[in-house]
Nanobody, 124 residues
Framework: QGQLVESGGGLVQVGGSLRLSCAAA????????MAWFRQAPGKKREFVAA????????HYAYYVSARFTISRDNAKNTVLLQMNWLKPEDTAVYYC?????????????????WGQGTQVTVSS
């Protein structure tokens, strides 16, 4: 049974940076596409970024592209999300997710394992 644990959330001012980390256990990490989703109060969970098992390909939502960077360290079973130039609309709970099948990376229902989430708040 896979387990994902996020960390690194917090309160930051507009234009600031945060780095989220997700530690995975109980799964063959390099075989899984890893992704970050987020959910703001009253809104649906939305895709943020994904990275393939080898780390050879990444995908970003247009609203974070050029500001966020996803990366992974397969030796440490960890995936990171570097968030720069944060905006108030980035405020949300951020979730780490993993899937093995080569299906749509932007669809939350395709992911098998989820973390508990970490809160990111961007203040203006």
């Amino acid at each position: 049974q896979g387990q994902l644990v996020e960390s690194g959330g917090g309160l930051v001012q507009v234009g600031g940076s945060l780095r989220l980390s997700c530690a995975a256990a109980g799964l063959s990490f390099s075989s899984y596409t890893m992704a970050w989703f987020r959910q703001a109060p009253g809104k649906k969970r939305e895709f943020v970024a994904a990275i393939t098992g080898s780390g050879g390909a990444t995908h970003y939502a247009y609203y974070v592209s050029a500001r966020f960077t996803i990366s992974r360290d397969n030796a440490k079973n960890t995936v990171l999300l570097q968030m720069n130039w944060l905006k108030p609309e980035d405020t949300a709970v951020y979730y780490c997710a993993s899937k093995r099948l080569e299906t749509s990376v932007v669809t939350a229902a395709e992911y098998e394992y989820w973390g508990q989430g970490t809160q990111v708040t961007v203040s203006s």
